[in-house]
């Protein structure tokens, strides 16, 4: 692939990072490659390097900003300052922040916003942090991570979007999008930064921050479509992953930064390491001291050293003895100095508290939040249509350990997002009611009285689930089960013999399996955020009808451990193969990638394909009639899934391709089409070349993963 030659209006840019890269001493280079942080020095020492020239890049975690709508308590503009009026040549700092799911105004998790398949809301949400971010000065986030995450005992599954290459790709492209515009350097916008390069989410045994074991074949075909979405997406900039690929750590993967990101797909940002990951190269037995890790990380490819200082402290001297060419360091600072130019850091250092004020947690954030949060919720079960509740309900419980929760609905990675902005469950069911619905609330203890209170209601509303630190980094788990104490209590409360409505908050699929045969109704609400309360009611009580699918596979067991719906084919399905049928190991999954339920009736019929040979470069339509059959008006999620019979390699069992939101009215049919052409169907063959193969395709165009209308085409 050629490499992407940069725009006219960049040939300016080109021209000041020459210019001001011809001024710099060694030093500054070095200092421009340099990421700091709170943990590395004191503010004053910090501040001291900062009029030096000697720091690129702030990681803000722990810095006053929390309050980043409140000038008092945000400290970006007085280090800004020091930058930009008492360093020799003023080039200003870009703060980074983890802005993962939003700023003040807080989002679902990654995990729920990817149960809501909606690249619109991946959109206005990346636009809204990105909006709030700014105006406090803070101008690159350490987001989308487009890890396939597949096992999720692995604590930052919650910040991923899933474990299918193609909607993570999707909704990558979208956020990155979302955060940058169509191109960087409008004001409200700021620089993604796509992670973890690669493979991060293949974790051993789902335990963070170790090894990955991962062959080529899958590299290609499973972890890195994601991150080359956002590269098309123009991402601005890119993170190593902490782990190694089969010995090789990615921070000094010259195949990862070199051949692939650079050359193949012509990405022209800057790479930033993970945390201390240039010095992590001594714990990973790659390097003998903290020169030789800067060494081997700059000539791999890393342009910014995020606080492990190995950079700045031994750059200079590197390339003064020959060690490191000048080139390898003009390059690196290059990279950032281009970036810093494009997101307007130079034309506008600062942040605008008065813009900040009027726009952090506005009316309109916030109705985003709420709409993204009800697309997330995902219904899992609901027997006899005990859903939707009606408002007019005489007595109601809420309760169970989060119905009243705040912080916690948050989810992991919030940066400034504040407990009292949020609206409870049992807040949010208050408002939908009707005035004479009595609402009993008795927060998360395991009392009788929460029992007996229970038993005096029409119906139960039990919200259990994770706090948000049992997910997210280092956040691991050997067992999916609810936490302690959570499934004895669900039992105690449908012993009282009345219908439980079961809320499920997490930042992983956790193991159901005795709820999935017992509780009625089931909605999975992951960790959705400010408005979460407030959207977990209007889907309860029928003013939103639940349209999220689930972008993870629920195991029946963790034993089950991966299960994923995009598996390769094998043996064990085979009906001979089966004597051991009852071992729940061999069973399939307890919900199905793609699964969500709906409180009307979708049908799918029609279903045509045109041509239905594909031939060259002209690819085929494939199309079907979906009506809403039920009494109430609602959005479907349509999928497409391909499965390629035959081939050179053991190929999935089936691939997700396509998807749409349709939204019908109660008794209307829309037809619904996907295109699909032949790079859509290609892979990393048996002598690795990338590339479909001709013969017979199966298709399913369906409600989630196991099940759908089916056809074929041939490609010729
Ligand atoms: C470590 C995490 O792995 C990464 O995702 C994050 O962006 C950095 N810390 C900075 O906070």
Redesign the pocket.
Known sequence: MKKRMPAASDSAIEQKINELLGKMTPEEKAGQLHQTHKSCCSYEDMMAMVRKGRVGSI?L?GMPTGRADDERENAVNEIQRIAVEESRLGTPILFGL?VIHGLRTVFPIPLGLAAGWSRDAALATASIAAAETASAGIRWT?TP?VDISRDPRWGRIAESFGEDPYLCSELAFAAVRGYQGEKLGAPDKIAACV??FAGYGAAVGGRDHTNSNISERALRDIYLPSFRAAVKAGVATV?TA?NDIDGIPCTVSKYLLKDVLREEWGFDGFVVT??QCIDYLRLQGIAADKAEAAEMAIKSGIDMD?VSGCFNDHLVQLVGKGAVPVEELDRAVRNVLRIKFRVGLFERPYADFNLAGKIILCENHKKVALEAAEKSLVLLRNENHLLPLSPDIKRIAVMGPLSESRSELLGCWNPAGRSEDVITVAEGVKSVVSPGTTVFTGGGGFEDTLLTTSSKADAVILVVGEHPLRSG?GRDITSLTLPAGQEELIRRVHNCGIPVILVVMAGRQLDLSWAAEHIPAIVYAWHPGTMGGQAIANVLFGKVNPSGKTPVTFPRTTGQIPLYYNCKRNIFGNPSNMQNYLEIARQGPLFPFGFGLSYTRFDYSNLSISPDTMTGNSGIVIAADITNAGEADGEEVVQLYVKDCIASVNRPVKELKGFDRVYLRRGETKTVKFKLNEVDLAFTRSDMSWGSEPGEFIIWVGPDSERGLQGSFVLK
């Open positions: 990681l975690w983890d350490f991570m992670k973890h993170m902490f993970d945390f995020m980094e």
